[in-house]
């Protein structure tokens, strides 16, 4: 099973960024545990900050592997373009957030990625990337 992770704006930031809210764990150091639980997952990791790329990068594994679990950050709230390449890959997309964007703002509470993805796990801080992964393996 081939899975990439993608993560948009600022989540390169993690482990400082705001540690009250997104926690004080870089996401490589995260992946590193997430490869070594799931030795079975051929599993791959890309972070932008740029919107374009984000969108190159679903177009470029969309037709190939066999899920992508994206976390879009900011651009989720905004993206047309990104909600827009969700749809028009076949490999299923998951949607995930650190934070539960619900609690949050109210432009939080808006997501342009929901309608195209096969489910949304949010709130439950890094671990909604383990509990996607398990999704994919059920
Ligand atoms: C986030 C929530 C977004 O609203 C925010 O802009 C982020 C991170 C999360 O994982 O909780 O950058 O996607």
């Given at each position: 099973m081939k899975l990439m992770?993608?993560?948009?704006?600022?989540?390169?930031?993690?482990?400082?960024?705001?540690?009250?809210?997104?926690?004080?764990?870089?996401?490589?150091?995260?992946?590193?545990?997430?490869?070594t639980?799931?030795?079975?997952?051929?599993?791959?990791?890309?972070?932008?900050?740029?919107?374009?790329?984000?969108?190159?990068?679903?177009?470029?594994?969309?037709?190939?592997?066999?899920?992508?679990?994206?976390?879009?950050?900011?651009?989720?709230?905004?993206?047309?373009g990104i909600g827009d390449a969700v749809k028009a890959v076949n490999a299923p997309v998951i949607e995930v957030h650190i934070s539960n964007t619900h609690k949050r703002e109210e432009y939080r509470h808006v997501s342009f990625i929901s309608s195209g993805a096969k489910g949304v796990i949010l709130g439950f801080g890094l671990q909604s990337y383990d509990l996607a992964i398990q999704s994919f393996l059920s």
């Open positions: 992770i993608i993560n948009g704006p600022n989540l390169n930031l993690l482990g400082k960024r705001e540690p009250e809210v997104y926690g004080s764990t870089t996401f490589e150091d995260y992946f590193g545990q997430l490869k639980k799931f030795p079975q997952v051929e599993l791959s990791y890309f972070q932008s900050n740029i919107e374009g790329e984000i969108i190159g990068k679903i177009q470029e594994v969309g037709f190939d592997y066999d899920g992508i679990i994206l976390n879009a950050a900011a651009y989720t709230h905004t993206s047309v």
